[in-house]
């Protein structure tokens, strides 16, 4: 079955550590985006990639960092320079007809 | 900046009655708009959309209404079940799929 694969779904971080999130998808799509949501404010967009070694900063990028070596493989690096970091984290694609959402990651500062 | 606004952070409807989401837009370069379904601890999936050219687009239980005019779409649920029970994020993007923006969520509750 074709999807978005997101892991860890439960990730803890100590202050100051970094941490990568991954997100794998079996889609063929071309586009793939990070998106971070926060209770009341929906889901703010991280980084996005059109295309293979190419992305671009989205409404939050600070404090995140991403690659796109392939395209089935869109990992976001959440730095310590984020000073926020505890969300729930969406991986999605698309194609041309709305988007494909992985299951998330949790991401909790301790 | 909210682009997109979903005003009722929640909605309680009784089983079987009508669910009404409501979604406000402001930027008139919008021109695709969609609906998504969100449970807990998993990611959104795609409910029903709908294009600036139509006013109405129904898929079973499920309608969606565009008034360009107020810059304002619905979502209705006719009739809504427990299992409906969700968040619902409305969306919107101008040249399809082009950075797309999310409302922040109505969580409806659905009592049988």
């Known amino acids: 079955d074709g999807g978005i694969t997101q892991s860890p779904k439960y990730l803890f971080r100590k202050e100051g550590q970094n941490v990568t999130l991954s997100c794998e998808q079996n889609?063929?799509?071309?586009?793939m985006y990070w998106y971070r949501q926060d209770p009341g404010q929906g889901l703010r967009l991280i980084y996005y990639?059109?295309?293979?070694?190419?992305?671009q900063k989205g409404d939050i990028a600070e404090g995140y960092s991403v690659s796109r070596e392939k395209k089935e493989s869109f990992p976001l690096t959440v730095t310590s320079a984020q000073k926020n970091p505890t969300a729930f984290y969406l991986c999605?694609?698309?194609?041309?007809?709305?988007?494909?959402f992985g299951s998330g990651t949790r991401l909790t500062v301790v | 900046d909210q682009q997109v606004k979903q005003n009722s952070p929640s909605l309680s409807v009784q089983e079987g009655r009508i669910s009404i989401l409501n979604c406000d837009y402001t930027n008139s370069m919008f021109d695709y708009f969609l609906w998504y379904k969100k449970y807990p601890a998993e990611g959104p999936t795609f409910l029903i959309s709908?294009?600036?050219?139509?006013d109405k687009n129904e898929d079973g239980r499920f309608t969606v209404f565009l008034n360009k005019s107020a810059k304002h779409l619905s979502l209705h649920i006719v009739p809504s079940q427990p299992g409906d029970s969700a968040v619902y994020f409305c969306?919107?993007?101008?040249?399809?799929?082009?950075?797309?923006?999310f409302g922040a969520g109505t969580r409806l509750t659905v009592k049988p």
């Open positions: 999605a694609s698309t194609v041309g007809n709305g988007y494909t």
């Open positions: 969306a919107a993007s101008a040249h399809r799929n082009n950075d797309m923006r």
């Open positions: 709908i294009s600036s050219i139509k």
């Open positions: 889609l063929n799509h071309d586009a």
């Open positions: 990639s059109q295309i293979v070694n190419d992305f």
